[in-house]
C-alpha cells in the first residue's frame, strides 16, 4: 500500500517512470486490478503503449472475464487505431458489463463504417442508458444524420450542447447537422 501511495506521489510530482516502477513494485507484492489499470494508465500517458497493453493481458491471463480491465484494454486499441482487436475486447467486456455505455459507444464509433446496422444498435443501448450524456448523444445524432434523419440529429447534437458539451467535435457535429437541414 505504501508503495502504491509512494507511485502516485512520483505520478504527482511528474515522475512518471518513477512512479511506474514503484506502482510494479507494489504490483509484485499483491497484485490487483486497480494497480494494473493505474500502471497501464500511465505507461499510456508515457507513450509506452506496448508496455500499457502488456500490463493489461497480464491482469487478464488470470481475471479473463475482469470488465473494468477489459474496458481499458479495448480503448488502448482504439488509440493505437486497431479496430479489431478493439471490437473483439469491449464484446467481450459487454458480456460481463451489458450495461456499459463506454463499449456501446466505442463499438458504435468502431462499426460505423463496417457494419452500421449493429453501430446504430450499439448506440441505440448507449442512449437508453444514458439519454442525457453529450456524447452518447453526439454519436446517435451523427448516425441519426448518416441515417438520413436530419431533424433528429439536430435534436439529439442540440441536447449535446445544451447538456454542457465543449467538444469541438460535438459541435461540428451539430453544425453539420444543421447545416444538412438548410438552417
Known sequence: EVLGLRGWLLAQRGDIKGAITSLKEAQS?????????????????????????????????????????????????????????????????????????????????????????????HATKAFGLAEADPIVLDVMGSMELARGNGARSVELLERAVDNGATSPSIRFHYAKALAAMGR
Do not use: C
Not at 57 to 67: A, F, M, R, T, V
Open 29 to 121: 507484492k499483491g497484485a490487483s486490478q486497480k494497480l494494473s489499470v493505474d500502471i497501464a494508465r500511465l505507461q499510456k500517458s508515457a507513450m509506452d503503449l506496448d508496455g500499457a497493453e502488456e500490463t493489461l493481458k497480464n491482469w487478464l491471463q488470470s481475471h479473463p472475464e475482469d470488465g473494468v480491465v477489459l474496458l481499458e484494454l479495448g480503448q488502448l486499441y482504439m488509440q493505437r487505431n486497431q479496430p479489431d482487436p478493439a471490437v473483439a475486447t469491449f464484446e467481450k467486456a459487454l458480456v460481463v458489463l451489458p450495461k456499459s455505455v463506454l463499449a456501446h459507444v466505442a463499438l458504435a464509433k468502431l462499426l460505423q463504417d463496417s457494419d452500421k446496422e449493429r453501430a446504430y444498435d
